[in-house]
């Protein structure tokens, strides 16, 4: 069974500061990891994606992914209010057509 | 630019009575087509997925069907709904070679 793993949370962390979420998989072969925002009541928005080891940044979004730990990070620097939702970690299953997603884990930015 | 829309966008339905849920996508050709579940306190589950008109796989086994009649056209059916099938559905598209999907706004259903 192909798994995702995410800390449910909630991940408190006060306006300014540094989020830091975190996911492992289980399936080694996995080619492509995702990360998703969700907030409450709506559809899930892609933020980034990452394939390569090492880091990807978006603005204040980071993505690191470590093949060999079978580990994925998202940061947000200067986490803002807006940031707080849910966010789920997704990881390419079988034959590149179906993402497994982690349960998600719930983020609150204080002001 | 490339749009996805469903409807409907909640849904009441009693036990026992048909469904059909239906999403479309503009502005791309020949998408990866999913339905996903999200249910209260679970995540996302992966119903089907499409990757042409006609063809269909099913991840699991249920009373849900898809029919994929036109290259932008998903269809998310039941014959007879379960209290179980209550739950956020979402269909979701992919064109990239990375297969990064982008969600539609959902439909919201309860069973009662």
């Known amino acids: 069974q192909k798994e995702v793993e995410q800390n449910s949370g909630p991940l408190s962390v006060p306006e300014g500061a540094i989020a830091s979420l975190n996911c492992t998989y289980s399936d080694r072969g996995s080619q492509s990891f995702f990360w998703y925002r969700q907030y409450s009541g709506k559809s899930p928005e892609l933020i980034m994606f990452?394939?390569?080891?090492g880091d990807k940044e978006d603005g204040r979004f980071t993505a690191q992914l470590n093949k060999a730990s079978q580990y994925v990070s998202l940061l947000i620097r200067d986490s803002q209010p807006s940031d707080s939702a849910t966010y789920l970690c997704a990881v390419n299953g079988r034959a590149g057509t179906a993402l497994i997603f982690g349960k998600g884990t719930t983020l609150s930015v204080s002001s | 630019s490339q749009t996805i829309h469903q409807w409907p966008a909640t849904l009441v339905q009693p036990v026992g009575s048909p469904l059909s849920l239906e999403c479309t996508v503009e502005?791309?050709?020949?998408?990866?087509l999913y339905w996903y579940r999200q249910a209260a306190g679970r995540g996302l589950q992966l119903l089907f997925y499409?990757?042409?008109?006609?063809?269909i796989s099913s991840e699991v086994p249920q009373n849900l069907s898809a029919s994929r009649p036109q290259d932008r056209q998903f269809i998310l059916s039941s014959k007879k709904l379960l209290l179980s099938d209550s739950g956020f559905y979402l269909c979701?598209?992919?064109?990239?070679?990375?297969?990064?999907?982008?969600f539609g706004p959902g439909t919201r259903l309860t069973v009662l």
């Open positions: 502005g791309t050709s020949n998408p990866n």
């Open positions: 499409s990757v042409g008109i006609g063809q």
């Open positions: 979701a598209w992919a064109t990239g070679v990375y297969n990064e999907q982008f």
């Open positions: 990452i394939y390569s080891n």
